[in-house]
């Protein structure tokens, strides 16, 4: 079975799928590997890095059509997409619920449609796959640096003969993977660090990374399924925010976090909460997104400064932009699975697998994951490719 | 007696001179404080925080024609110096030593020029006032800040289900104020620390702050007058840059801070070393500027990355992208200095005192400053200015 890695081609994408560390362990299960020319190059993995691990360097062209399987990080662009054909099969972070009719173009070919972010989350045997954990460890990582790096002011108190500067006061919302790592990072440049999550069982995780954990006491309990925040009625949030916006103007950075799979990201600092930040202020927005944010006025990929002087930052996709860490952690997740799938040198397809229940997306032209194909129409989850494998 | 807070107009200047926790110091000495409007925009400190304080918020033009003494952080603008009259006094950093026709031109209107970069930087009762030295820790923290930033892997060691990332290698070339701080963040940040100066009796303070201290064995000490390194011989500097060569190649960030007042930066990371530098590698060239810089290739104030993927960062700046902590220590500073000068009211221009004779460049129509005038052809620093007080 030949994998491939192909280049990613979306703006600001600078991940690989897989880096040259995980080439040997592809091979000794019986994979020949096939990287296009130029894949690692925003990662600074240069072609002869994969060759001398045993990968072959190819074009686009030779890599579309001998490929048996092609991995990628985000969505396959479109010229992937026109030209994958019947058993052929794709795996990356595919976002089925988000966008189900890439799922239902991929079933029409006739392609088996891997995505990781169907990953069962709370299994352990699962979270060396995880990627959606890998990523946003790394983005919660760089979502304090950014944040440091904005702000007019140290992050540390820091004692010098011109006075004491005192520390910047931090805000974590959402204290998922992402929001935990920010807390860390921010943490270790010396910052105050408060965190609010509506689950309140994160507390203990938040108090012994040195923060403080903020208890609201206008909502209840929202642990939802599979380690996500369930979505909270509009009455709860009315009643969050009104709390939340007087936390929000006592600080000098604030992270969020709070992101809903396939659903609008819930809005946790509105413009009121905006006007009450002091100039000066700083919010990274790590839900900005086509589908909005978790702060008013925040765009995906834009710097936005408020009239009052609050500096705004779409950060969306910031594992993009540590590019080698964040690439080395999704090959070895993409790897652990591609190896759990595979047996005797083949793709083994088996949907009664409780990893691959949540994975397999599309498989012998149709939409098999039942929760992608809840979203389509019926003639699309179940289409014309019934001819492949 | 009225002093006077002017708007920075240099391109990517963001600080000012004062701030107004400041201005009620200033008052209680008996000086009335003139601010530009919007001299703190860029700083976040609005109009009305110095008007609370007690300043009168005044046009520029109003400010020119009334001010006695006027602070500046940088060099004032032409249209200031254009305007300024004899008996005005100016307190800023103004550079002389590599500026010294602008001394002339002062000494020529018969403004008296007071510069903070004098101060004699090894008398203890002056480093309240030391606005090299806060401008440099502001500097040099931002300095790690950029490096962890631009870099695309972690500076921690991080250990999660996605394997274990192993922590940033970070070199820090020259161990004054900028580099100690530029130390103390990275180790904050969790990379790995070395740090390597001319001026071996460093190493303690370095290895307090948690990093290795390189020691070359090529060159013997090289500390000069007043707590700078001394510049060293052609040859010392070559052996230098050999033995360097081959740390370098083993890290994967560089914070260069080594500059010489008034002169053109010693070259660090020449061709070789940069050609031998792993891509992805990042070069934080904080002496770059309009003499050069510590890296062969990096350019004031802007990103370059070579053909082996080495980014190189021109940084000669980066106090100014702190602007809150950097103007409230450069405030600080500046108070400190011109409380130091006045008497009842009034400037008390005295070359006979110790932190006088490093800071007043020209007064009385004369560069009164001697390294300042030894720059200058006799009739430049003697000049018309005569009548001026």
Known sequence: MKVAVVKEIAPGERRVALVPEMVGRLRSAGLDVLVESGAGDGAWLADGAYADAGASIVSRDELLSTADLIMT??????????????????????NPLADPGLAATLAASGVTAISLDGLPRTLSRAQGMDALTSQANVAGYKAALVGATTFGRFFPMLITAAGTARPAKVLILGTGVAGLQAIATAHRLGAVV??????????????SLGATFIELTSVGPAAGEGGYARALTEEERQAQQAELTAHIARH?????????????PPLLITDDAIKAMAAGSVVVDMAAGPLGGNAAGSAADQTVVTEN??????????????????????????SALLLHMVADGALAIDPADDIQAGVVITHGGEVIHPATAALLPDDQSRSAGGAAQ
């Open 73 to 94: 990080v985000g969505r396959p662009d479109e010229q992937i997409i026109g030209r994958l054909r019947p058993g052929q099969a794709i795996l990356g972070m595919l």
């Open 194 to 207: 408060s965190a609010y999550d509506v689950r309140p069982q994160t507390k203990t995780e938040v108090e």
């Open 252 to 264: 000098d950075v604030i992270i969020t976090t709070a992101q809903v799979p396939g659903r609008k």
């Open 309 to 334: 002087g609050v500096t705004l930052i779409g950060a969306g996709n910031l594992a993009a932009t540590v590019p080698g860490a964040a690439s080395a952690a999704f090959a070895r997740n993409v």
